[in-house]
């Protein structure tokens, strides 16, 4: 079954991780990260989560820890993951459940994050550290001024707004504005005829 992948935005919306070791650390950073209000309920709670920014209760999962939240994050012994599991469903609430794809309804992938571009690599649950691997490669290939490529494209899109360029017309709009970064030449777009004024000196040319 393929998977629909998102990105959501968890500031300020409250996320339950059950469990509180090692992983369940890992997956806090994440969460804390993000903005997320964060609950975590474990009997024992590790000295890198008891002294984060979060709720702590100190007991075995119950299922009135799911009440109002919004996603879920089971990093926890199989056997507690899948209870939350069962219950989290129960309720119409995502799960991510850590090494148990069978529990999970959400897979977190491995993520890239450079100069304001976030890149998630998902093999639906089913070989983790093969995204990971993927990741590390593509850290190697993203282009040093990632940075200049992100504003170029956030200045192109303000204009496309201003001048209502259609979605379609858009990317090779772009691309044509990051070859101009690095042919050293004015590469910004005209919005009434939504076509590329570098493309149009070199027909003139």
Known sequence: MALYPIFLRLGGRPVLLVGGGRVAATKLRALLDADAQVTVVAPEIADEIATAAVE??????????LDGIWLVVAAAPRGVNREVAAQAHARGIFVNAVDDVESASAYAGAVLRHAGVTVAISTD????????????????????????????????????L????????????????????YRGR??????TSHQPVLAKRLKNA
């Open 56 to 65: 702590i209760r100190r007991r075995p999962f119950e299922a009135t820890d």
């Open 125 to 160: 649950g089913e070989a983790p550290a093969l995204a990971g691997l993927m990741r590390e490669a593509l850290e190697t290939v993203l282009p040093d001024d990632l940075e200049a490529w992100v504003a170029s494209a956030r200045e192109s899109r303000v204009r496309w």
């Open 186 to 191: 004015d590469a910004e777009l005209d919005p």
């Open 162 to 181: 201003e001048g209502g360029v259609p979605m379609e017309q858009r990317r090779p709009l772009l691309l044509e504005a990051l070859v101009g970064l």
